[in-house]
């Protein structure tokens, strides 16, 4: 059976990343080991700590940094994560100082927002409603 067990999102500055997916988002750290110049660096949901790692990939490569510069520039979020309540993370975020794109919307059968991760990347909140 073929299952998800890692999925990446590019970032600017890995040390950064750790801070605010962690500090701020309020992922746990799963992995960190050297690989390169870089490092295997994931975290993963306190909800689900054995579930999907995201790996906070160094953004080195300039078709990456392109494809990341182009999705920002057009508001377009690069992943989404799911939350209970977007008006609720987005105000507990917003006091932490992070900085939105888009405030909570109601889109029919679910509610989303857009955030700035700091690392060069949008990401898009998301709760299903009742």
């Not at 590019?10 to 990343?17: C, H, P, S, Y």
């Not at 801070?19 to 660096?41: E, I, M, N, Q, S």
């Amino acid at each position: 059976m073929i299952r998800i067990g890692i999925t990446s999102v590019f970032v600017d500055d890995q040390e950064k990343a750790l801070d605010f997916y962690t500090r701020t988002l309020g992922f746990g750290k799963k992995t960190d080991v050297p690989a390169g110049g870089a490092r295997w660096l994931t975290v993963v949901s306190p909800a689900d700590p054995d579930g999907v790692e995201l790996l906070l990939e160094p953004d080195v490569h300039p078709a990456a940094r392109q494809f990341k510069d182009a999705l920002v520039a057009d508001g377009i979020p690069f992943t989404q994560f799911a939350v209970d309540d977007v008006h609720a993370e987005v105000d507990r975020l917003k006091a932490l100082g992070v900085e939105f794109t888009q405030d909570a919307v109601d889109m029919g059968p679910v509610v989303t927002a857009v955030l700035d991760d700091t690392c060069g990347n949008l990401i898009q909140l998301a709760a299903m409603k009742d």
